[in-house]
């Protein structure tokens, strides 16, 4: 049982740049959310999808921006990349509404993007 | 969402029990305690989750008072293996309803085993 993935592992882009990335949940999941964590920090939410919307939002501008496709697989798009941007970015799986009584989320390895 | 507080870093050495404890004062009744483990370029991985009392599985012990404002992560005969930063986390986690499952992390415990 595959658990979540993400691509690509390290990413190195410039500032001003555009940057896309990408997450497949654990099987059998449908909600997919984005998590920021800079070094030295714990994770900060960005946003989180379900049926292919955007269910919820965190403290960030909208330069963030994402998408979930039918096969319940997530973008997350950054444009505009900012010298503040680099970070490990995860993405957290978990089912939706009907999964049970807890939500349990299941974290990625991340990707680290480096913005020079 | 409750606010946490926790050690920055803690040193242990190989095959001590660790407790790392966290105050979480304003605890509202329908948020559980929860416990996260994150490796150094990994994700977070869930460790163990709990009410009140008394929770123990396979990796670990969770003990929380009656007031429910702090509560303790116990982790017996820790190896090097356990290095981490350990992440204590209060919330609402029903699947009731949209917004319970979005997680606040603060700067969490880093744990050093020592050989």
Request: aromatic share 12%; charged share 15%; with cysteine.
């Amino acid at each position: 049982d595959a658990g979540v993935t993400q691509s690509p592992t390290h990413l190195i882009k410039t500032r001003g740049q555009q940057v896309t990335l990408r997450c497949s949940p654990k099987s059998g999941h449908d909600t997919v959310s984005w998590y920021q964590q800079a070094l030295g920090q714990g994770p900060q939410f960005i946003f989180q999808y379900y049926e292919e919307e955007e269910r919820q939002r965190g403290n960030f501008p909208d330069r963030f921006s994402g998408h979930q496709f039918p096969n319940y697989s997530s973008e997350l798009n950054v444009n505009a990349l900012l010298l503040g941007d680099s970070a490990l970015y995860l993405c957290a799986s978990s089912i939706g509404l009907a999964g049970g009584l807890f939500y349990e989320q299941y974290f990625g390895p991340g990707t680290r993007l480096t913005v020079t | 969402l409750a606010k946490t507080t926790q050690p920055i870093s803690m040193d242990s050495y190989e095959g001590q029990e660790v407790n790392i404890t966290c105050s979480h004062n304003n605890i509202a009744t329908n948020d559980y305690i929860t416990w996260y483990q994150q490796f150094p370029s990994q994700g977070p991985r869930f460790i163990i989750q709990g009410y009140k009392t008394k929770v123990t599985n396979e990796v670990a012990s969770l003990f929380i008072p009656a007031d429910r404002k702090s509560s303790t992560l116990s982790l017996p005969r820790v190896s090097l293996s356990d290095t981490a930063v350990y992440y204590c986390l209060v919330g609402d986690i029903r699947a009731a309803n949209f917004g319970n499952e979005k997680l606040t992390f603060g700067t969490g415990t880093r744990l050093t085993i020592i050989p």
